[in-house]
């Protein structure tokens, strides 16, 4: 069975830096392009950024771009995320999500169960 | 950046209804790289529908989608309890961004 269990996620003070990491079973990890997407309470879905199979490519959200890090270890099957200079509007449910291929043109499935950031004073 | 508009915001209908939900892209989805995502409350989203109109694996045939270039559709017939939840479109071009439509909140 895939599955992907996120953690990392907590209160953290406006400025401050955070990592999320994921941990992915049940598959080829270094075979599937992942990303995260979050989602701000009560609000809609927002893809946040995406790195390749093989972790030589990165894209990223333009609200994002110059925080946030995206990088992984297909020797550990893990996913992570490195936040800094947190804002109040990152604070959000983020989840880590398989793209169902290498390439980026493919559907995110299956999505984890989400770890919740939030960033106040 | 492609911008997903859906509509309605919110649909109410009953139990047995069918349910039509609109998303629009603001220019063509390459090759119909679109997808439909289904999400009830405390839970992540799941995949119901993708390349426009294949179900996901698990996805009873209630579900359909349809549609290409800018407009697509996610039909639900003879609605059942469980299927009262939000929905989202996404477009998963030939790179990112990766865009979602704002959510249609399906209720009864």
């Known amino acids: 069975e895939v599955q992907l269990v996120e953690s990392g996620g907590h209160l953290v003070q406006p400025g401050g830096s955070l990592r999320l990491s994921c941990a992915a079973s049940?598959?080829?990890?270094?075979?599937?392009?992942m990303t995260w997407v979050r989602q701000a309470p009560g609000k809609g879905l927002a893809w946040v950024s995406a790195?390749?199979?093989?972790?030589?490519?990165?894209n990223y959200a333009d609200s994002v771009k110059g925080r946030f890090t995206i990088s992984r270890d297909n020797s550990k099957n893990t996913l992570s995320l490195q936040m800094n200079s947190l804002r109040a509007e990152d604070t959000a449910v983020y989840y880590c999500?398989?793209?169902?291929?290498?390439?980026?043109?493919?559907?995110?499935?299956?999505w984890g169960q989400g770890t919740l950031v939030t960033v106040s004073s | 950046e492609i911008v997903l508009t859906q509509s309605p915001g919110t649909l109410s209908l009953s139990s047995g209804d069918t349910a039509t939900l609109s998303c629009r892209a603001s220019?063509?989805?390459?090759?119909?790289?679109l997808a439909w995502y289904q999400q009830k409350p405390g839970q992540a989203p799941r995949l119901l529908i993708y390349?426009?109109?294949s179900r996901a694996t698990g996805i009873p045939d209630r579900f359909s989608g349809s549609g290409s270039g800018t407009d697509f559709t996610l039909t639900i017939s003879t609605l059942e309890p469980e299927d009262f939840a939000v929905y989202y479109c996404?477009?998963?071009?030939?790179?990112?961004?990766?865009?979602f439509g704002q959510g249609t909140k399906l209720e009864i």
């Open positions: 220019q063509s989805v390459s090759s119909s790289y």
């Open positions: 390349a426009a109109s």
């Open positions: 790195i390749s199979g093989g972790g030589g490519s990165m």
């Open positions: 996404q477009q998963y071009g030939s790179s990112p961004p990766y865009t």
């Open positions: 049940g598959f080829t990890f270094s075979n599937y392009a």
């Open positions: 999500v398989r793209v169902t291929g290498t390439g980026w043109a493919n559907w995110f499935d299956p």
